[in-house]
């Protein structure tokens, strides 16, 4: 069983930054590509961003590069941690961000239950 949990979501003002971290608790999710999508606010879900297994292949939506940057750690143990720093946010960036993981570089096997980023003055 995978379990992801996000953390980090929260109100933050325009340019402001935000970092959202995912929390992994199963050894198998070290052989799998993780990853960030969002969903706004009556639009569909949106790929962010993807990390392959051993954290060296980076993938990025076109729209979101340059301002995001996705990292991922693991321990000795089952942890797994994945997180996505964000940059100049704007208001478009109101979204609820779920952490993912699977075998493609955009991964949609295993979801979490999403943290909410609320971007406003």
């Known amino acids: 069983q995978v379990q992801l949990v996000e953390s980090g979501g929260g109100s933050v003002q325009p340019g402001g930054s935000l970092t959202l971290s995912c929390a992994a608790t199963?050894?198998?999710?070290?052989?799998?590509?993780m990853g960030w999508f969002r969903q706004a606010p009556g639009k569909e879900r949106e790929f962010v961003a993807g990390?392959?297994?051993?954290?060296?292949?980076?993938?990025?939506?076109d729209s979101l590069k340059g301002r995001v940057t996705i990292s991922r750690e693991s321990n000795e143990g089952a942890k797994t941690t994945v997180s996505l720093q964000m940059d100049s946010l704007a208001s478009e960036d109101t979204a609820v961000y779920y952490c993912?993981?699977?075998?493609?570089?955009?991964?949609?096997?295993?979801w979490g239950q999403g943290t909410q980023v609320t971007v406003s003055s």
């Open positions: 993912t993981a699977g075998l493609d570089p955009r991964p949609t096997t295993y």
């Open positions: 990390i392959s297994r051993d954290g060296v292949g980076t993938y990025y939506a």
């Open positions: 199963s050894t198998v999710v070290k052989l799998y590509t």
